[in-house]
């Protein structure tokens, strides 16, 4: 099992930046993809980026493509998530999740960070 610890999280004006770090335990070898997942209240939990655990193959939702960011520092084995041109529909708790499969669907990933919370003012 992977331990996730998500930071970054704040509140900020529209049209803000935030950068969110996923901090693992362990590299996930085992485990092929990193996803960020977010959630709003009353809400069901929604995709927004994965990547590869080793690199690449980047996929984003419509709702934040060209304006969120997705990368990996393996050796620190941290995935940080670039959030640009924020917008109040962007509020929610964000998290970080690991699974096997390159999968847009939350019900595929095997460990979960806490989340962390983000708002953003209108």
């Known amino acids: 099992q992977v331990h996730l610890v998500e930071s970054g999280g704040g509140s900020v004006q529209a049209g803000g930046s935030l950068r969110l770090s996923c901090a693992a335990s362990?590299?996930?070898?085992?485990?092929?993809?990193i996803g960020w997942f977010r959630q709003a209240p009353g809400s069901e939990r929604e995709f927004v980026a994965l990547?590869?655990?080793?690199?690449?193959?980047?996929l984003y939702s419509n709702s934040v493509k060209g304006r969120f960011t997705i990368s990996r520092d393996n050796p620190k084995n941290i995935v940080y998530l670039q959030m640009n041109n924020l917008k109040a529909e962007d509020t929610a708790v964000y998290y970080c999740?690991?699974?096997?499969?390159?999968?847009?669907?939350?019900?595929?990933?095997?460990?979960w960070g806490q989340g962390t919370q983000v708002t953003v003012a209108a």
């Open positions: 990547i590869r655990a080793r690199g690449g193959s980047e």
């Open positions: 362990q590299r996930p070898y085992s485990r092929t993809v």
């Open positions: 999740a690991v699974g096997s499969q390159y999968e847009t669907d939350h019900r595929a990933y095997e460990d």
